[in-house]
């Protein structure tokens, strides 16, 4: 069962068993400072562990009387203008270590060690790319289902995936004999000018290529043609492979959250990177 997207006021929160958390992900300016004693209260009412949130620098102080701790931002994902903060408030004190701080600090060395190169966008002979269409979601759901055995957010039933297609998600496909290998998305804050690069999956037979570099500058030539202005990534902490590939690409490691984000079975530690495009 997945977490429950819904509205405190005019503001977005995720909130489930399966991260064991409320996620605010859209604080509405005119909900302050209510909103802090409702996410309080329902954390206490769930016996969640965690609440985490996503929200502009402007707040930073409200939330941090609150107890809450800076994890990680994103500088101005709003408009260009303004950073945005991840703070976490921990009901659980054993959620704020670390899931594997020693392999973390390691992939984090790993990937700042890279360096930039364009050769990694292009792709070997044989393989094809383009934009998914609506028509694509099943098979996308199905190559999710194959690389995830479980996602905080339902990208495995091919509903989800036509409803965001339809909504604000771009999916960026390699494909090969025009079967689909690898695959990512974009998904977009229109309002914000920003948008995170995410979803990514790459059957296990087709990995080794740098998939995920090519992928990453095929979205950011998209990103950039709808005016985001900002891309950012929250990545798997313990993936060599995807924290290397936004540090080739670019991106500032700017923070990790701790004990985060559901993934195939584990609540594990995230990284954030962020490029101003």
Not at 185 to 195: I, L, T, V, Y
Request: with cysteine; charged share 30%; aromatic share 12%.
């Amino acid at each position: 069962m997945y977490d429950i997207t819904m509205k405190i006021g005019k503001s977005t929160i995720q909130h489930g068993k399966q991260n064991d958390r409320i996620y605010l992900m859209d604080l509405n300016r005119e909900d302050m400072p209510d909103i802090l004693k409702t996410l309080d209260d329902m954390a206490d009412r769930h016996s969640y562990s965690k609440i985490f949130t996503k929200i502009p620098r402007s707040f930073y102080q409200s939330f941090s009387k609150e107890g809450y701790q800076k994890e990680a931002l994103v500088p101005a994902y709003y408009r260009g203008e303004e950073d945005c903060i991840f703070m976490s408030k921990y009901k659980d004190q054993e959620r704020s270590i670390e899931a594997s701080k020693e392999l973390n600090n390691k992939v984090i060395e790993t990937a700042k060690s890279k360096k930039p190169n364009e050769l990694y966008q292009r792709l070997p002979q044989g393989f094809s790319f383009r934009l998914a269409k609506e028509e694509d979601a099943s098979k996308i759901a199905d190559i999710y289902s194959k690389v995830f055995s479980s996602y905080p957010f339902p990208i495995l039933e091919y509903k989800y995936i036509q409803e965001t297609i339809r909504d604000n998600v771009i999916y960026f496909m390699i494909l090969k004999d025009n079967e689909i290998v690898a695959l990512s998305a974009c998904e977009m804050d229109f309002k914000n000018q920003s948008a995170e690069m995410t979803d990514f999956a790459i059957l296990p037979n087709y990995r080794g290529h740098n998939f995920s570099t090519f992928l990453l500058a095929k979205m950011e030539e998209k990103m950039k043609e709808n005016k985001i202005k900002t891309a950012y990534t929250i990545a798997r902490a313990v993936s060599f492979g995807m924290n290397s590939s936004f540090a080739k690409s670019g991106y500032e490691f700017t923070g990790r959250l701790i004990k985060n984000t559901q993934i195939a079975g584990n609540i594990e530690d995230m990284n954030v990177w962020y490029k101003s495009l």
